[in-house]
Structures are given as structure tokens and as C-alpha cells.
T-cell receptor, first 113, second 116 residues
Framework: QKEVEQNSGPLSVPEGAIASLNCTYS??????FFWYRQYSGKSPELIMF????GDKEDGRFTAQLNKASQYVSLLIRDSQPSDSATYLC?????????????FGSGTRLSIRP | DAGVIQSPRHEVTEMGQEVTLRCKPI?????LFWYRQTMMRGLELLIY????????DSGMPEDRFSAKMPNASFSTLKIQPSEPRDSAVYFC??????????????FGSGTQLSVL
């Protein structure tokens, strides 16, 4: 089992709709969870982080965390063509002061006009 | 700050040659990470340092790979000898923990390595 798993896609969503991206992780003790966006040929950039169970909203983005199910998701409302990118789920699997941040293989999202 | 600086941006070499990738983290950051990205395997953590000390190198594929961080402003990843399967984009990233729980990674632009 991979430490962080994502569906590779591609996920095609019409403009203006909600895009839903999912991620599962193997280490039940993980405490920190992140979503990065990576445009083709560019570096990953952080868009959301979440530490507590429940929802966290930032503009059009909502991160959801369910530690009991070891599941993290990202919702993008009112999807725009500029949201077309690969979305990487990342989990900090370190302990105490360690910081072992593991990435999933990413989900490619395409927003069709 | 200029961000995380990696060099070279592109490297083309022949199988068997030594390759050295370089990284300058953001000043004041206490964590430095080396990742490798391929289509098949995604973004893999190779090694990370905390305050210049290697903490976890379990992702380093084999003895051909080595990484050093002689000071807080410089790190290298060396492959010797290189093989075609090492072809990938290599990213360096840094972060600052301190007393904060914000673990945002700042990525460099990456080095596109092609081993022929």
C-alpha cells in the first residue's frame, strides 16, 4: 500500500461546477495534511493545509479531513479554466520535530469551458 | 528573498558520468528536502535535512546517490555513476518550522536531468 494515494485522473469538470479531489493515507498517526497545485512544467505550490477533522474553507477552496477514515479531500467551487493543473495531496508522516512530508502521485484536473 | 534557488535548470549527461545538483534554500529555513518527480512514480522524497543534519535518507534509491548540506545555505545531490533511469525532475524545497506548525514547503524551479 502506498503511503499517500490519489486517483491519477484525468478528472474533467465543466467550468462553474464543483471539482472534488480525494486522497487517502496509510499512517494513522499523521497530523498535518496539505494540498499543492502544480501547473505543467512548474513547481508545486501550496494552496491549502488542514490539521483538524472537519472542513476548512479558503475562498473557492475547501479542504476536508476525516482522520478516522484516513481521508482528505479538496473541493473547488465555481471551477475556472485556470484551475486546470495537477493537484498533489501531501501528508506529514514525521514524529515530534521530524517533518517527513510524503506526496501522492497527484490528480490531473481539467476544467472544460 | 529570491526563493529556493536550484542549479542547473537542465542537465544532459551520458550514462556513467557524475552529476551534481545544487540548491540554495531560503535564508532562515531550517528544513531542506530533495524530491524526484517522474510520470511513473510521482513526487518521491529522497532525503531531508534539519539544521544541516540528514534526518531521513530512506528514499535515496541506492548508493549511487548521495546528498550533503555543509552549511545552512547550500546543499548538493550527487549521482555517481548516473544511469538513464535517473532521468527525472529533481526538486529542492525548504521550510521553516520554528515554533509554528506551518510546514509550507517552498520549492525551487527544479533541475530537469536527462541521462542518455
Amino acid at each position: 500500500q502506498k503511503e499517500v494515494e490519489q486517483n491519477s485522473g484525468p478528472l474533467s469538470v465543466p467550468e462553474g461546477a464543483i471539482a472534488s479531489l480525494n486522497c487517502t493515507y496509510s499512517d494513522r498517526g499523521s497530523q498535518s495534511f496539505f494540498w499543492y497545485r502544480q501547473y505543467s512544467g512548474k513547481s508545486p505550490e501550496l494552496i491549502m493545509f488542514i490539521y483538524s477533522n472537519g472542513d476548512k474553507e479558503d475562498g473557492r477552496f475547501t479542504a476536508q479531513l476525516n482522520k478516522a477514515s484516513q481521508y482528505v479531500s479538496l473541493l473547488i467551487r465555481d471551477s475556472q479554466p485556470s484551475d486546470s493543473a495537477t493537484y498533489l495531496c501531501a501528508v506529514n508522516m514525521g514524529r515530534s520535530s521530524a517533518s517527513k512530508i510524503i506526496f501522492g502521485s497527484g490528480t490531473r484536473l481539467s476544467i472544460r469551458p | 528573498d529570491a526563493g529556493v534557488i536550484q542549479s542547473p535548470r537542465h542537465e544532459v549527461t551520458e550514462m556513467g558520468q557524475e552529476v551534481t545538483l545544487r540548491c540554495k534554500p531560503i535564508s532562515g529555513h531550517d528544513y531542506l528536502f530533495w524530491y524526484r518527480q517522474t510520470m511513473m512514480r510521482g513526487l518521491e522524497l529522497l532525503i531531508y535535512f534539519n539544521n544541516n543534519v540528514p534526518i531521513d535518507d530512506s528514499g535515496m534509491p541506492e548508493d549511487r546517490f548521495s546528498a550533503k548540506m555543509p552549511n545552512a545555505s547550500f546543499s548538493t545531490l550527487k549521482i555517481q555513476p548516473s544511469e538513464p533511469r535517473d532521468s527525472a525532475v529533481y526538486f529542492c524545497a525548504s521550510s521553516f518550522r520554528g515554533a509554528s506548525t506551518n510546514e509550507k514547503l517552498f520549492f525551487g524551479s527544479g533541475t530537469q536531468l536527462s541521462v542518455l
